[in-house]
């Protein structure tokens, strides 16, 4: 196992979920944190916490991925002393929706698109060359088991993280002969904010995609995160599906009623 102290950790999408809990990992682990996302006081809480239960330093950063001047603006301007980012996790992502393509709502689709493909490849353009150039790094894609297969009424969103397969792949192969690292989870039901952000706030329907089944929680997946980040540098751990026991795949899924 590779120690992760003192590491420079980009994680974006840290105000919630996945991100957050990442966010948790990599602080008991002892690395310095970048966090981003848009809800910059969620960050100061985040960064506040982890100061006090860990000691943790971070660099935060109100950044909407779907931004291209703004990702590469902020991203070139980090300080020295968190410019050399050695653990890019590509987090911040979203579904919007589960309507049928044709009925489907067009700004759903172009916000998905923009933050979940063309935000995660803005800020992998952006830390990558560094990563290259020092000879060290790691990106870590957060996909989805919804990148696999498409079902009912996921079309778009199951499209973007097809997209977040591709990519991790594509850039794996860019990266031969440096020993750059790339990795993409592929969670499956995880129990965030994932499927309020879904269904426009409605939390009543949220709830009900999680009801009589034990999801996956957000640590269940930063564990993973931090275990493929820690893996001794020779070795790539390229994809890794984690569903719940309750889930064999996008479509069929037990509930205990
Ligand atoms: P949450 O809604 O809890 O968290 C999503 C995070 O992404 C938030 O921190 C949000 O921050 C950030 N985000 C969304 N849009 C943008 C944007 N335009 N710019 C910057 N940050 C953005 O959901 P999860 O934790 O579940 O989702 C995290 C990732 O995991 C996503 O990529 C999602 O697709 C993926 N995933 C989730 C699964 C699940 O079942 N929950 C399963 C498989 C994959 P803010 O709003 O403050 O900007
Ligand atoms: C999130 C998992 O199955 O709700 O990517 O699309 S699913």
């Not at 493909?117 to 060290?136: E, F, N, S």
């Not at 640590?219 to 790539?236: E, G, M, S």
């Amino acid at each position: 196992m590779v120690s992760v102290k003192d590491k420079i950790v980009l994680i974006t999408g840290a105000s919630s979920g996945i991100g957050a809990s990442c966010a948790h990992f990599f602080a008991e682990a002892g690395a310095k944190l970048i966090l981003a996302a848009r809800r910059f006081d969620r960050l100061e809480q985040l960064g506040a916490q982890l100061e006090e239960k860990f000691g943790t330093s971070t660099h935060l950063l109100a950044l909407d991925v779907r931004d291209r001047v703004s990702v590469a603006s902020t991203l070139s301007d980090l300080p020295d002393s968190w410019a050399a980012i050695d653990i890019l996790v590509n987090n911040a992502g979203l579904s919007r929706g589960l309507n049928k393509l044709h009925e489907g709502n067009i700004d759903d689709w172009e916000e998905m698109i923009d933050a979940n493909v063309k935000g995660l490849l803005y800020v992998t353009r952006a830390i990558v060359p560094g990563m290259v150039d020092r000879a060290c790094g790691h990106v870590i894609n957060i996909g989805s088991i919804a990148g696999r297969a498409a079902y009912p009424g996921g079309n778009v969103y199951c499209a973007s993280k097809a997209a977040v397969r591709a990519i991790s792949d594509g850039l794996k192969q860019d990266l031969i002969g440096t020993p750059v690292r790339v990795t993409e989870v592929e969670p499956g039901l995880v129990e965030t904010e994932f499927s309020i952000v879904r269904f426009h706030g409605d939390r009543d329907r949220a709830t009900t995609v999680y009801q009589d089944l034990t999801p996956l929680t957000p640590d269940d997946i930063a564990d993973v995160v931090l275990y493929c980040a820690t893996r001794p540098p020779h070795v790539n751990i390229s994809e890794v599906l984690v569903v719940p026991v309750d889930q064999a795949n996008a479509t069929l899924v037990h509930r205990h009623r």
